[in-house]
């Protein structure tokens, strides 16, 4: 079986993203080695990887208090500052994000352009029954309708960038779960670069 590597700008914003119970989290630890214990973003590989479930796993136990809304709003909200810290600093960034809405899109490709950084998709793209799966397996759920606004969300974008738009990203590589069990390696070292505002 032919392996693969994929290849982005130094220094730029990837954004992994796909269906809840995808297979996300699982190709981050096999490329990065990460156990799922972390609570905060991983160096490795001339990279900060940044997996959500970092967030989550940083405020559980300690705003135990508030509704469930604000705490995934504060989770959100520490994702973010991670990402935006680490390309504060010229770091290139792989970051998870189940959400795919354009306007979360939106936010993170403002967040790429105030580092002049380019901004980048990667999306895995699974069959909804094996993301449904996928979610049984890791034993965290999501409610049906949540993941009928998920699905909606991502067969938009799923559209734009099969039409050639990969908006508001520079671009968007899309991996089935077969070619992602391929991938070896994602590498920041691309000549090609955004252009500049």
């Avoid at 995808?22 to 990460?34: E, F, I």
């Avoid at 759920?141 to 738009?165: C, E, I, K, M, Y």
Wanted: glycine share 8%.
């Amino acid at each position: 079986m032919q392996r693969a590597t994929l290849r982005f700008p130094p220094g730029s914003l990837v954004v992994l993203t796909g269906l809840p119970g995808a297979g996300k989290t699982t190709l981050l630890r096999r490329l990065y080695g990460l156990h799922g214990s972390e609570s905060a973003p991983v160096v490795a590989d001339a990279v900060v990887v940044i997996d959500s479930g970092q967030s989550r796993l940083h405020w559980a136990g300690r705003i135990t208090w508030a509704p469930r809304p604000v705490r995934r709003a504060v989770v959100f909200a520490t994702h973010v500052s991670r990402v935006s810290q680490a390309l504060a600093k010229g770091q290139a960034v792989l970051a998870h994000n189940r959400g795919c809405a354009t306007y979360v899109l939106k936010g993170f490709a403002w967040l790429a352009r105030r580092q002049r950084a380019s901004f980048h998709l990667l999306l895995l793209d699974a069959p909804p029954a094996a993301a449904v799966a996928g979610q049984h397996a890791r034993g965290r759920v999501v409610a049906p309708r949540t993941f009928a606004r998920h699905r909606r969300n991502w067969d938009s974008l799923l559209a734009r960038v099969a039409g050639g738009d990969p908006g508001p990203a520079v671009s968007a590589h899309v991996v089935t779960r077969a070619e992602a069990d391929r991938l070896e390696h994602i590498v920041f070292d691309s000549a090609d670069r955004a252009p500049a505002d």
